[in-house]
C-alpha cells in the first residue's frame, strides 16, 4: 500500500511540474514575440526620423522584417494563447504596408501607435499565470 501511495505523489507531482513548466514556456515564448514586435516598432520610428518620412526603402523593409518576423511568432503562438486576441495585431501591420504605399504619414503613425498598445495590454494579460496553471 505505501508503493501505491508513493507513485500517487510522484505522479501528481510530476503532472504539476511540467504543467508549470509549459506556463514559465509559454510566458517566455509570449513575452519574446511581443518584445521583439516591440522593438521593431522602434526601429521604425527611428529609420523615420533618419529618413524624413515613411516613403523610403529603409521603413519599408523595417516594416516587411516587422510582419515576417510577427507572422513567424504567430504561428508558434497560436498553440499557446487564443488566435483571436493576436489577430488584430496581424491587421495592423499590413496597415503599415498600406499606408507607406499610399504615402499617409499620419495614419502610418495612428497604425504604429495602435501596434504599440496592442503589445503592452497583450504583455500584461497573456502568459502564465495562476489561472493557467488550475
Known sequence: MTKWLWFKLISVLAILAVVVGMCVLEDRIVKTSLAAVNNRCYEIEMA??????????????????????????????????????????GVEIVRLKTYIDEEEEIEFYVSLNIIKNYVETFQHFMGAGVENIL
Request: net charge negative; aromatic share 10%.
Open 48 to 89: 523615420i526620423e533618419r529618413n524624413g518620412g515613411i516613403v523610403n526603402g529603409e521603413v519599408a523593409s523595417l516594416v516587411d522584417n516587422l510582419e515576417y518576423q510577427w507572422f513567424k511568432d504567430e504561428a508558434g503562438m497560436c498553440y499557446l494563447v487564443n488566435h483571436k486576441n493576436t489577430e488584430q495585431l
